[in-house]
């Protein structure tokens, strides 16, 4: 007995130590970056533009030459840099990108601008002086949703993010080519992140290009998935306490930048010459 003791003794004595928990200050965690200047801030919206774009490409949002994601110039903010009209998304790069001042001119680029994206987004820019980036496309499961003249329901979590936080412009005119109808949608947008453009597609809006981008991929996904849920059954909604909860967790931009991270890196990694 008193061997079987020594043993166990030893034994104890020769466990290695758990390893120690490293501090969270050394820890990495992404967060959007600060500028150093302009020029650096500029080169960070076109780059991150032209990833957007190519995702959006990669998961089939385009339609022909439909389709638009803007960056307002962080210098000459009345200005905004946008895919060339006619241009594929999968094949856009940095230096593809056009400027195009208030008047819908082009001021820096060699190609032309669509219409329909300086029409809307001119508006957006003008009547939110916050946001940075605003996206739009035709794609599949938004233009399905906006068929039907109503709001993203809460019957999951991610869909929350948009819980009293997006609107319907519930009307249809032709394809937006004027100023007005512009100002319209803007109206229709007021203070929120989306608006769903009925018979036509979704829109949103961010304080960068990563959370634009994220808003548009989500809610394209709460699309689908409110359409399927529908054609199953009768969703259960969340109730608007633990709706509105859930929006005050994942609604915000930041929220919505760290979330399009690993999108980015994929992107980036698998299609570096975008970044030319």
Same mark, same amino acid.
């Given at each position: 007995? &008193? ?26 965690? $992404?967060?959007? &970056? ?7 801030? %500029?080169?960070? %919206? ?44 999968? #094949? ?28 809307? =987004?001119?508006?957006? #820019?003008?009547?939110? &002086? ?5 996206? =739009? ?23 929350? $993010? ?66 399927? $849920? ?16 859930? #929006? ?29």
């Amino acid at each position: 007995m &008193p061997e079987q003791q020594a043993q166990a003794q030893a034994q104890a004595q020769e466990a290695p130590k758990p390893p120690a928990p490293i501090p969270t200050e050394k820890l990495r965690f $992404a967060l959007p &970056p600060e500028h150093k200047s302009v020029a650096d801030e %500029r080169t960070y %919206r076109k780059q991150r533009l032209a990833a957007a774009l190519r995702l959006f490409g990669r998961f089939g949002f385009e339609e022909g030459v439909a389709g638009h994601i803007t960056a307002r110039d962080p210098e000459f903010t009345d200005h905004f840099w946008v895919n060339p009209f006619g241009m594929s998304f999968k #094949h856009i790069t940095v230096s593809d990108l056009i400027l195009v001042n208030h008047q819908g001119q082009v001021v820096e680029g060699r190609h032309h601008v669509n219409q329909a994206a300086f029409a809307i =987004h001119s508006q957006i #820019h003008r009547a939110r &002086p916050e946001v940075v980036a605003a996206a =739009h496309s035709h794609s599949t499961y938004g233009r399905a949703l906006s068929t039907l003249g109503e709001l993203l329901e809460p019957i999951t979590q991610d869909v929350c $993010a948009f819980y009293e936080d997006h609107a319907l412009f519930d009307d249809y005119t032709g394809v937006v080519v004027d100023e007005e109808e512009g100002r319209r949608i803007a109206t229709a947008l007021g203070p929120h992140k989306a608006v769903i453009l009925r018979n036509h597609g979704l829109l949103t809006v961010g304080d960068s290009v990563d959370a634009a981008a994220w808003w548009f991929i989500t809610m394209e996904r709460s699309c689908q998935v409110q359409l399927a $849920a529908k054609a199953a059954g009768k969703p259960v909604r969340i109730s608007p306490a633990n709706a509105k909860h859930t #929006h005050d967790q994942l609604g915000n931009d930041l929220a919505a930048w760290i979330n399009y991270q690993p999108l980015y890196q994929q992107i980036i990694r698998s299609e570096p010459e975008l970044l030319d």
